[in-house]
C-alpha cells in the first residue's frame, strides 16, 4: 500500500505595508517633538525665573546703595588736607634803575658809556652775588628802552636800546616795576617797547593796572605796581582792585610798591603813609616805595613793613648826585598752611649807588664797616621821624600839583611831575 506523502503548504507571511511603517515613524517623531517643547519651555521658564531673581536681587542692591548715598549726603565727610610744610622765602628789593640817559647829558659820563665800554655784566657786579643768594629780586624800572624820537616835553627824559634789558638779567634781578614819572618818556609807544624788550629779556614787569603773581619756590608772589604822584589818594581804587586781582590768581604772598612821595623829603607825606596802612589792610605782606631820590624811614604796622623811599639804586639820572646812600632791602618770609607768619625777619643791606665816592660810576655797591653804620643810622632816625612831626612834612609840597580825577596812563602831563624843579636829579 503506497504510503501516501503530505507536502507542506507554504505559509504565506503577511506583507508589511510600507505606509504603516512610514506612520510609525511619524508617530515617533511627534512623540520626540513633543519632548523637545516640553523641555524648552521648562528652560524658558527656568531663564524667566531666574532674570526675575537677579533684577530683584539688583533692585535690593540699588536700593540699599541709595540708602547708604542718602546717608553720606547727611553725614558728609570731612577729609582734612595734609599739612603744608613752611617754605621761607627771601626778597630783595631796590629803588630807582634809571638804565640809560638824556640825550641833553655828556655822552662821556653817561651810563651809556659804560655800557658801551664795559656791558651789561659791569653795573651790578658788585651786588649780584647778594641777589643770586635771593629768592626774588625787585627793582624800579625808571626810564625806557626805545628807539622813539618823539620825546615828552619835559625837563628830563630817559632812554637806552632794547639790549640795556640785559643789565638786569646779568644782575639777577627778576622783576621791576614800571608805574613811575619817566616810564612814557618817549611817549606810549616807548613804554609798549619797555615791556617788550623786558619780556624778550625775561624780566617780570608789572605796574599801573597790569599786575603779575610768579612761582617761587612752589609759593605764588603777587606784585602790584602804583604810580600816586598826581592823583595821590585817588589810587585807592586802583590800589584795591589790584590787590584782589593778585588775590584771585593765587598770590600766597604780596608785594605793593608805590612811586609816590616828593624829591629830596626824607619824611613820608600823609599820602604816603595812608596808602602804605591802606595796602596793608587790604592784605600786602610788604609794601616798598621810591621817587624821592633819598632814604626814608621804616614804619612797621600790624607786624608788617613799609619802606618808604629806597632812593635811587643803578642811577643813570645824575653823574654827580650831592647824596648817593642807598640800600637793599631784605625780608625773608614763611609761609605754611595757614599762610605767611608773623616773623618778621629784615635784613637791611647799606650800599653807595656807586663805587666810587667821588662820583657816580653806575655800579651800586655795599657800604664798608663805617659807612654801613653811619647808613644804618640815618635809616633809624629817619623811621624815628614818621607820624612823630619832629620834622617839617612836605604834606603841603606844591612840588606836584594835583590833578584830581586824571589818570596818569591817560594823560602825559601825568608822566611829568618833576618839570618844575630844576634841580630835581641835582642838575650837573
Not at 83 to 98: E, H, K, N, Q, R
Amino acid at each position: 500500500m503506497k504510503q501516501s506523502v503530505h507536502k507542506k503548504r507554504p505559509v504565506h507571511k503577511k506583507p508589511v505595508h510600507k505606509k504603516s511603517k512610514i506612520l510609525k515613524k511619524s508617530q515617533y517623531y511627534r512623540q520626540q517633538q513633543l519632548r523637545y517643547r516640553i523641555f524648552g519651555v521648562a528652560a524658558i521658564l527656568v531663564v524667566v525665573l531666574l532674570i526675575l531673581l537677579i533684577r530683584g536681587c539688583s533692585s535690593a542692591k540699588a536700593k540699599s546703595a541709595s540708602s547708604d548715598q542718602v546717608q553720606a549726603e547727611e553725614k558728609p565727610t570731612v577729609t582734612s588736607e595734609p599739612a603744608m610744610d613752611p617754605v621761607s622765602l627771601t626778597i630783595s628789593v631796590v629803588g630807582d634803575c634809571t638804565l640809560g640817559t638824556d640825550e641833553e647829558f655828556d655822552y662821556d659820563t653817561s651810563l651809556n658809556a659804560y655800557y658801551d665800554n664795559n656791558g651789561p655784566d659791569y653795573f651790578f657786579a658788585n651786588v649780584k652775588n647778594i641777589f643770586e643768594a635771593d629768592d626774588l629780586t625787585i627793582a624800579n624800572f625808571e626810564g625806557t628802552l626805545t628807539e622813539s624820537e618823539d620825546r615828552e616835553d619835559k625837563q628830563f627824559a630817559f632812554k637806552a636800546p632794547a639790549s640795556y634789558a640785559d643789565i638786569l638779567t646779568a644782575g639777577s634781578i627778576e622783576a621791576v616795576n614800571t608805574a613811575n614819572n619817566h616810564s612814557h618818556d618817549y611817549g606810549d609807544q616807548s613804554f609798549n617797547d619797555t615791556l617788550s624788550a623786558l619780556d624778550t629779556a625775561g624780566i617780570i614787569h608789572f605796574g599801573y593796572d597790569e599786575t603779575a603773581v610768579t612761582e617761587v619756590n612752589g609759593i605764588k608772589v603777587g606784585m602790584v605796581g602804583i604810580y600816586e604822584l598826581n592823583d595821590h589818594l585817588g589810587r585807592e581804587e586802583q590800589l584795591k582792585q589790584n590787590i584782589e586781582k593778585v588775590k584771585k590768581d593765587g598770590a600766597q604772598l604780596i608785594i605793593v610798591i608805590f612811586h609816590w612821595g616828593n624829591e629830596k623829603e626824607e619824611v613820608p607825606d600823609s599820602n604816603q603813609t595812608t596808602l602804605g596802612h591802606l595796602a596793608i589792610d587790604l592784605g600786602a605782606d610788604l609794601v616798598c616805595g621810591h621817587h624821592p631820590h633819598v632814604l626814608q624811614g621804616i614804619e612797621e604796622y600790624k607786624g608788617k613793613n613799609i619802606v618808604y623811599s629806597l632812593g635811587n639804586f643803578c642811577f643813570g639820572g645824575n653823574a654827580y648826585p650831592s647824596d648817593m646812600d642807598t640800600m637793599i632791602f631784605q625780608q625773608t618770609f614763611t609761609i605754611d598752611s595757614n599762610g605767611v607768619k608773623a616773623d618778621n625777619i629784615t635784613n637791611i643791606i647799606p650800599c653807595s649807588i656807586s663805587s666810587d665816592s667821588g662820583y657816580n660810576n653806575y655800579q651800586p655797591t655795599p657800604a664798608g664797616d663805617e659807612e654801613a653804620d653811619r647808613i644804618l643810622q640815618k635809616i633809624q632816625e629817619r623811621s624815628s621821624w614818621i607820624g612823630s612831626g619832629s620834622t617839617e612834612n612836605s604834606e603841603g609840597d606844591d612840588t606836584y600839583e594835583d590833578s584830581e580825577g586824571t589818570d596818569s596812563e591817560d594823560s602825559s602831563e601825568d608822566y611829568s611831575g618833576d618839570e618844575d624843579l630844576t634841580d630835581s636829579y641835582d642838575e650837573m
